[in-house]
């Protein structure tokens, strides 16, 4: 390596500690303030946190001006409004599980089988909760498990409302054989698939990841039209055809609960909008 090469990479590194320093005593000023309960000046705050006061200004004024701290009219600060957007994101979000994970305990109860809520992870289903259901039926998937999402009845409905080259190009990435070989792999397929599902509400497989597993899925929707989680009930695919009805009527009524808690279900709302 040349001397030129040697200097450039010196200052790269010495700028990314700079930023990375910036950050941290960006957070050290917000957690000040949170961590006190009450607004302070900026000397307050540049002593607390043992910053020299010049540095303090330059981190103040530029979240003030990002709305991430609010400047009152004596010159004190406070969290900003961008926080508060923040924290009402992430609130909801805990609330979804929260509601999801009661509804999910209830419809376990209610059918007498396992019941999965799922969400998406880039081209994959993970599983985000699940309540075991009575009988000794065993189950593979667990808390955490991500398999592809053409695996799965809840892998296509969690595409289920992307436009079409988005679905396909998906499905071209990341459908993958599945052990029992029975999974779909074809993308126009699973994409034309994954609408239909999504539009029906409803997502029914069987033996397509497991040998005589089912799955029958509905798709949580929020205010948006975009599909945020899946509710499933998964059980041997013998039972699941016996009552393939009954069971699609309830876990699509667990799925509208949820959104109605939620507040994104319209009064008298049974379908989302896909965008072909």
Sequence with gaps: MDASNGISDGAERTARRSRVSGIDRALQVIDHLYETGAPAGSYAIAKAVGAPLSTVYVIIDDLV??????????????????????????????????????????????????VQVCGRDADHMLVLA?????????????????????????????????????????????????????????????????????????????????????????????????CVATISIVLPEQKAFADKSGYADRVKASAARIETVMGWR???????????
């Design 130 to 226: 699940m309540a075991d259901g009575p009988s000794h039926f065993q189950v593979a998937s667990r808390v955490g498990t991500r398999v592809p999402l053409n695996w799965t009845a809840s892998g296509r409905l969690l595409v289920g409302h992307l436009p079409e080259p988005e679905r396909v190009d998906l499905f071209r990435r990341g459908a993958r054989m599945s052990p029992t070989g029975r999974a779909e792999i074809d993308a126009e397929t699973l994409s034309d698939a994954a609408r239909a599902a999504f539009e029906e509400r409803l997502s029914i497989q069987a033996g397509e990841s497991d040998y005589s597993v089912a799955c029958i899925a509905s798709p949580i929707v929020d205010r948006s039209g975009n």
């Design 266 to 276: 319209q009064h008298g709302s049974s379908s989302h909008s896909v965008t072909p």
């Design 65 to 114: 001006e990002k709305n991430m701290l609010a400047r009152n009219g004596d010159g004190t600060l406070w969290l900003g409004s961008r926080l508060y957007h923040y924290g009402l994101a992430y609130a909801r979000s805990l609330d979804f599980m929260s509601v999801a994970t009661q509804e999910m305990h209830d419809l376990c109860r209610e059918a007498g089988e396992t």
